[in-house]
């Protein structure tokens, strides 16, 4: 599904201390340049952004992209001795970017990835420009798919009661991970599902321990992207799918107008897995706000900019002479 990636170098593997643990994290496009982090969801690592990474990277080619796997999550151990709440996560957030890019940087957060960078802003952390691509702003409990966030609730919780081993094995149980799979995506395209469902099984369960797990669950459910939405000063673009169980439209386009700086691009037919499911839309979205005036790190102008997207998927803008150059794909 990401067939970019022949053009492009693979990513360099890297580490940083962060908090007393170290966190692994792949950067891809160039050694140095303007940075962009990239924050994964719950229950999932670094491979989950990848196929924006590479479009990025392919467009972008001066971006350094550095995609770390959170605490707890991948290739990254949970950090000594602290809760894994949304506030430790925005401290090492803080933490990874002051390690990573120090010189200024960009953010995207997808999911739950978008509470730790909301967290993170709240707390200080200062993006030159911020991203949140399915952005968790409705209450888990109040989306359009209610029940089933209270049947996962349920899920944990019985976890929680279990022996360690007894845990592992049922919240890495392969049928319960293939479920989720098959409720979140919403693409008819058969081979495009199986890669998902199969993304889903290689790296869903990749968690360092349970506990670690459950704290991370009680994060995710436990806030929205709204209450640190006074704190996105910066230029922001929101990337939502139009059929997101997570989060309705109408919570994304309240939250939109609660951030001033806010653009609201919006994935006709695509739920909570843009990601996967609409890769090149995301990552024309991202190049076209990078490279805006308006955002300023990339230092060359740009192309214009809207507010909600009413275009069909991967229809691109007219005109512009981005860093990139006019013309350029995305993915």
């Avoid at 966190?23 to 990239?38: F, H, K, Q, S």
């Avoid at 009680?218 to 006074?230: G, L, Q, Y």
């Avoid at 609409?278 to 706000?289: G, I, L, Q």
């Avoid at 230092?299 to 229809?315: M, Q, W, Y």
Wanted: with cysteine; proline share 8%; hydrophobic share 45%.
């Amino acid at each position: 599904m990401t067939s970019a990636a022949s053009t492009i170098r693979e990513p360099a593997p890297g580490a940083v201390p962060t908090l007393g643990a170290d966190t692994r994290y792949w950067c891809y496009g160039a050694d140095e340049g303007p940075a962009l982090i990239l924050v994964h969801g719950f229950r999932g690592d670094h491979h989950g952004l990848e196929g924006i990474a590479r479009g990025l990277a392919e467009g972008l080619p001066e971006l350094r992209i550095l995609v770390p796997d959170l605490p707890g999550f991948g290739a990254s151990p949970a950090i000594p001795g602290r809760v894994h709440s949304i506030e430790l996560y925005g401290e090492w957030l803080r933490a990874f970017a002051a390690e990573t890019a120090p010189g200024g940087f960009a953010v995207l957060g997808h999911s739950f990835g978008s509470l730790v960078v909301g967290a993170a802003i709240a707390g200080g952390l200062a993006p030159e420009r911020l991203i949140l691509v399915n952005p968790i702003s409705a209450p888990a409990l109040a989306g359009p798919k209610a029940a089933l966030t209270r049947l996962a609730v349920g899920y944990y919780r019985a976890a929680e009661l279990l022996p360690e081993g007894a845990a592992r094995a049922l919240l890495g149980n392969p049928v319960i991970v293939r479920v989720m799979s098959e409720v979140m995506a919403k693409t008819r395209d058969p081979e495009l599902r199986n890669w998902i469902h199969a993304q889903h099984a290689a790296y869903f369960s990749r968690f360092s321990d349970p506990s670690t797990l459950l704290q991370a669950f009680r994060a995710s459910v436990s806030h929205t992207v709204s209450e640190f939405a006074p704190a996105f000063t910066m230029p922001t673009l929101l990337i939502a799918g139009e059929r997101d169980d997570i989060t309705p439209l109408a919570r994304q386009l309240e939250l939109q107008r609660r951030v001033p700086a806010a653009l609201l691009r919006i994935v006709p037919g695509t739920g909570h897995l843009v990601h996967y499911e609409a890769v090149a839309d995301a990552v024309a979205f991202a190049r076209e706000f990078l490279t805006s005036p308006r955002a300023g790190v990339l230092r060359e102008a740009g192309t214009g900019e809207r507010g909600v997207a009413d275009r069909d998927p991967g229809e691109q803008e007219a005109g512009g002479s981005g860093l990139a150059g006019p013309g350029r794909g995305a993915a």
